[in-house]
C-alpha cells in the first residue's frame, strides 16, 4: 500500500498511551456489534424474502428495497465481523498491516455507502411518485432503476476501490457527495410534505358528491395508499439520517482538530451507529409498510408451524 494509507492508518489507530482509556470503549463496541451482526444478518434475510413475495409494491420501488436489503446484509455479514476484529486488535496494541486494514475497510466502505445512497435514491423515487402523478410509470421505470442501483454499487466498489491509493481525496470527495445527499434528501422530503399537504387540502375542499366520485374513481385510495409508503419511507429516511450524520460530523472534527483521543472515541462510535442503521430499516419496514408486514408474520407463522411439526 501506499505511504498514504499507512499515514491515514497510523492518524486513526490507537496511541499506546491512549489504549487504556479506550479499553471500555472497545468492550462497549465489540459486544453491541456482535449482537448487531446477529440481528442485521437475520432481519434482512427475512426481509429480502418478504420483499421478494410482495407482489403489490411497485417493481421500481421493490428493487431499490431489495437493494437496501442486500446492503444491510453485507453490513451484517462481513463489515461488523470484520470491525469487531479490528477493535480487538487494537484493544490487544496490535497494529494491523496496510493491506489488512484496507481489506477489513472495504466492505464497511462499500456496504455503508451502498446503504447510503439507495437511502437518497429511495426519496427521490417517493417524490417523483407523488410529483409525476400519472406520468411515474411512463418516466419511472423498472429498468431505468435498475440501472440507477447497478450504477450505485459500481459508485460504491469504485470508491471503495480507490480508497486504498488515494484515501485523502476519496475521503473528501465522499464527505462532501455524504453533506450534499442530506441536503438534498431533506429537501426532497420537505418537498414530499408540501405535496401531501396540497392533496389532503384538495381532498376537503372537495363537495360530498365530488368526493364520492373521486373514491369511486380511485384516486383517494391510491393517494391514502401512497401517502402510507411515503411516510413508512419518510422513517427510514429519519433513521439513516440520525445513524449517519454523526459519522459525517466526526470527519470533519478529525480535519479540524486531528487525532485526538475525544474524536478517536466518537469515531468509533459513529461506526456502530452507522451499523445500527442496517439493523433498523427491516423493523421499519414491518412496522410501517402493511404488505411487507404481512409477509413477514407469514414467513414467522411458517417458521413457527414447521417448528412445532419436527417437535411433534
Known sequence: MTKTTCDILLQIAPAISDVEDLQSTYIVNCVFNSFLSY?????????????????????????????????????????????????????????????????????????????????????????????????????????????????????????????????????????????????????ISWKIYLVLRRHKDQIQALQPQEAQQAAQNGNVVNFASLKKSVVGLFHVYLVFLICYLPRFIILAARVIQGPHLTVMKSSIYSWTLVFLNSSLNPVIYCWKMRHIRHAIMDILRNIAHRYRTCQG
Not at 455479514?77 to 489488512?100: D, G, K, N
Not at 455507502?113 to 410509470?137: G, K, P
Open 39 to 187: 440481528t442485521a444478518t437475520m432481519l434482512n434475510i427475512v426481509t429480502i424474502y418478504a420483499i421478494r413475495k410482495t407482489s403489490s409494491l411497485p417493481k421500481p420501488l421493490k428493487t431499490l428495497l431489495l437493494s437496501l436489503a442486500v446492503s444491510d446484509l453485507g453490513v451484517g455479514l462481513l463489515s461488523e465481523p470484520f470491525y469487531i476484529w479490528l477493535l480487538v486488535r487494537w484493544s490487544r496494541l496490535i497494529l494491523p498491516s496496510c493491506t489488512a486494514f484496507n481489506a477489513i475497510f472495504f466492505p464497511v466502505r462499500l456496504f455503508a455507502t451502498t446503504s447510503y445512497l439507495t437511502v437518497v435514491a429511495i426519496s427521490m423515487e417517493r417524490f417523483l411518485a407523488i410529483h409525476l402523478h400519472l406520468r411515474y410509470q411512463e418516466l419511472v421505470t423498472h429498468k431505468r432503476v435498475v440501472a440507477v442501483v447497478i450504477s450505485i454499487w459500481i459508485f460504491s466498489l469504485f470508491t471503495s476501490s480507490m480508497h486504498f491509493s488515494h484515501p485523502r481525496i476519496v475521503s473528501a470527495i465522499c464527505l462532501f457527495i455524504g453533506v450534499a445527499c442530506i441536503l438534498a434528501t431533506t429537501f
